[in-house]
């Protein structure tokens, strides 16, 4: 069964830090990826997401991930983040043809102003 | 356009009460599911509907019924509410020919 990790559970950051949280998912064949954005009493949007390309993909907000096929990976990264990027992420797949994707735990984020 | 709503946004329950958690969806998707947000659990697929007047069990299908009567309409229905079921639950669809996710608002329930 596919399945979805996120390595980090919480990240605290300073603003202007960079951020880079981690996804690596099981599934060998054609896969769509995803990144979630849920900001505190709010439901879950799209940050960006990934179907087939250039492996680098840039959201919304700064924010872009990497597709790494080898490393079965896309991995989130912001260069310098900021206090209103306090929100959970959730990192997600879903498998060429299927319909039914996989979440990761999601990833906490608190940035310190 | 509306996109994806729910109702109510809260509600108490007592153990062994029932209720239905209802979701619309005006974009004309023929793809809805129901997930549970636990904390550190992340979402969890309860039901979902490939089209109208098919479901499927997700991931944690159990006290969970679910209706799909028409496109527009997917409803979660708890027979019998138990405190484990304690949890925000959100709707969310998906457009034909795509794979992204549109969510709604969310309902949160508090069994006692």
């Known amino acids: 069964a596919q399945s979805v990790s996120q390595h980090n559970h919480h990240v605290i950051l300073s603003e202007a830090a960079s951020l880079e949280l981690g996804c690596n998912y099981s599934y060998g064949g054609t896969v769509n990826l995803f990144w979630y954005v849920q900001y505190p009493g709010q439901h879950l949007q799209l940050l960006l997401k990934y179907f087939s390309g250039d492996p680098l993909v840039k959201g919304i907000k700064g924010f872009e991930a990497e597709f790494i096929k080898s490393k079965f990976s896309f991995n989130l990264r912001k260069p310098s983040v900021q206090w209103s990027d306090t929100a959970e992420y959730f990192c997600a797949a879903v498998s060429g043809g299927s319909y039914i994707p996989t979440f990761g735990r999601g990833t906490s984020l608190i940035v310190h102003p | 356009n509306a996109g994806v709503t729910q109702t109510p946004k809260f509600q108490v329950l007592k153990t062994g009460q029932s209720m239905t958690l209802q979701c619309a969806q005006d974009?004309?998707?023929?793809?809805m599911y129901w997930y549970r947000q636990d904390p550190g659990m992340g979402l969890r697929l309860i039901y979902y509907s490939a089209s109208e007047g098919t479901t499927d069990k997700g991931e944690v299908p159990n006290g969970y019924n679910v209706s799909r009567l028409n496109k527009r309409e997917f409803s979660l229905r708890l027979e019998s509410a138990a405190p484990s079921q304690t949890s925000v639950y959100f709707c969310?669809?998906?457009?034909?020919?795509?794979?992204?996710?549109?969510f709604g608002p969310g309902t949160r329930l508090t069994v006692t």
């Open positions: 969310a669809t998906i457009p034909d020919g795509s794979y992204e996710q549109y």
């Open positions: 974009m004309n998707h023929n793809s």
